[in-house]
């Protein structure tokens, strides 16, 4: 049985007011099914992106405005999202406290895809399921 108390999976921070995790994936021994754990400070947004597995995300700390495709809401704690594979989407930290939000995906290996780097200076797309989520180089497209 694998187990994790997520008040203690270590978060990477990745910009500015913002940190991230991965503590469930393919890499970790899971066959169908990945996690991502993330905080954002007050004002601070995860960017728009797509991933390419169906998503689950639930707002365990804060207040959120959630981004689906065209759509836009506010999800409070306990509130869920179901993010369609590959449409974009996005959240921003709208309350005064630490945003705190727990992903689950239809794999256990996504490709996710940013409108811009992820980072400053970093990669645009991630695969989470390598031995820790492996940031890509995005390709030029192939003229035929």
Do not use: C, K, W, Y
């Amino acid at each position: 049985m694998f187990t994790l108390d997520l008040d203690d999976h270590e978060l990477m921070p990745t910009a500015p007011g913002r940190r991230v995790g991965f503590p469930l994936h393919s890499a970790t021994g899971a066959a169908s099914t990945a996690t991502v754990l993330f905080e954002l400070d007050p004002g601070v947004e995860l960017p728009v992106h797509t991933d390419s597995a169906e998503g689950l995300l639930v707002v365990l700390h804060g207040m959120a405005e959630a981004r689906v495709s065209d759509e836009v809401g506010r999800l409070e704690p306990h509130q869920l999202a179901l993010v369609p594979p590959m449409a974009p989407h996005g959240l921003r930290n709208v309350g005064d406290d630490v945003l705190r939000v727990l992903g689950t995906f239809s794999s256990s290996t996504v490709v996710s895809t940013f409108e811009e780097p992820f980072e400053p200076g970093g990669p645009r797309v991630f695969v989470i399921g390598a031995p820790m989520p492996v940031a890509l180089p995005l390709a030029e497209p192939v003229l035929v």
